[in-house]
């Protein structure tokens, strides 16, 4: 079992940045990537970011250039630095651990003036 536990979330102005967290306990040795998903109202959930154990990590076209993911595998949490931020960023973010199938409680993110 896995426990994924986010924080981070908030409300900003639009151009403002806000850094998420995601603390990963329990059987964290089956864990193969760590990801970052939103959710807006209405809308499906989507991927937004993924990191591999190797550090490679790989973006949604909409958020390329503004988010950074990175990981510290000692403290065992995965970072989504998100830059530039748009009202279209607004959504719950949700952490995810591959190939484990679970999620975070999800986080709120809104940007608005």
């Known amino acids: 079992q896995v426990q994924l536990v986010e924080s981070g979330g908030g409300l900003v102005q639009p151009g403002g940045s806000l850094r998420l967290s995601c603390a990963a306990s329990?059987?964290?040795?089956?864990?193969?990537?760590m990801g970052w998903y939103r959710q807006a109202p209405g809308e499906r959930r989507e991927l937004v970011a993924r990191?591999?154990?190797?550090?490679?990590?790989n973006y949604a076209d909409s958020v390329k250039g503004r988010f950074t993911i990175s990981r510290d595998n000692a403290k065992n949490t995965v970072y989504l630095q998100m830059n530039s931020l748009k009202p279209e960023d607004t959504a719950v973010y949700y952490c995810?651990?591959?190939?484990?199938?679970?999620w975070g409680q999800g986080t709120q993110v809104t940007v608005s003036s």
């Open positions: 995810y651990a591959e190939p484990t199938g679970y």
């Open positions: 990191i591999f154990r190797s550090g490679f990590s």
């Open positions: 329990g059987s964290i040795f089956s864990i193969a990537v």
